[in-house]
């Protein structure tokens, strides 16, 4: 199992998934944005401002996971004592701090002409503003504190205290009277969405997360060079 | 048809500019990674012509990754 995340057993697999990814990326790309921008139906309330939620709600979904991997990444790091998985966790940050940013960026762009403003200091905006203030730390962490072994120490510590942030965000819309909508798609429960916004939405979220794995192979193979260069002249 | 494609009913402007948004980070992030890794990848090639014949045997045949980076920097020149 450990095998998986030994850098050198992988490495090989790591150019043949960045090749494949790259070869279906744009095809994917273009279907998921003719049924975004074209295909799907206006809603009846939203009108085509609809259109933003196959933006804003895939980057909001991808954020959070992100930060819940990195978050579980590094509570494993501390108990199993693998070091590789420093280099997963700082691949995966900058991915989720842009889909965070995105998130509110393309949430305000939705909320001006249906709320009637760009910003409010709703549940679910300010815990998603937290989100980003935590990746901002964890990214800063490994960027500025020395030795690398410290600052892999301090950056999972930040991690697993914004993992509190992560339900807080989820379940805002639903503990305060919030301006954001609550959720219309429910793992376990009935969603609220019909099939021909889902599919869209869908499609958006495969082709994004097809995104994040090409930047996160790209950003492990980065790491791990960066690593054996290091270790160069002690072979 | 076209004509409502841009305009989207009064909303064309908050839709484009959110799928633009998305797509111009996206590929600012995509470059910014690309070209990082392109240049670890040189820099890592470039530390091991350094080193002596004998020594870079050595790195080569201890190191996968080593042999995988320098064939991947010699496809890519």
Redesign the interface.
Known sequence: MLDLIN??KI??WI?KFINFINSIFFILLAVA?TF???LSP?DYLQ???V??MY??VP?AWISLASFTSIALLSIAKFIFKIKNLNLITKSIA??GL?FA??AV??GS??G??TWGTWWAWDARITSMVVLIIFYIFFILAHKFVTPEEKANKISSIIAIFGLINIPIVKYSVDWWNTLHQPASIKLNGTSTIHSSMLMPLMLMLLVLLL?CA??FL??Y??E???I??KN?KR? | MIEN?IT?????L??W???A??IL??AL??LK??R??KK??K??AK??SE?SASQRR??LE?????T??LA?YNKSI
């Open positions: 850098p050198s490495f090989h150019e944005l975004a921008l074209i206006p009108g085509e401002s259109r933003i933006v804003h980057a900058p991915i842009m940013c995105l960026i393309t762009l939705w001006q002409p995104y090409l930047i790209m950003k193979k980065t791990i060079i960066r054996k260069k160069i072979i | 494609l989207m009913n009064g909303y064309g908050f839709v500019s959110s799928f948004i998305t980070t996206c992030l995509y990674t690309y990082t890794l670890y990848e820099d890592f530390e091991l080193l050595i790195v201890k190191s996968k990754v080593a995988q980076v991947s």
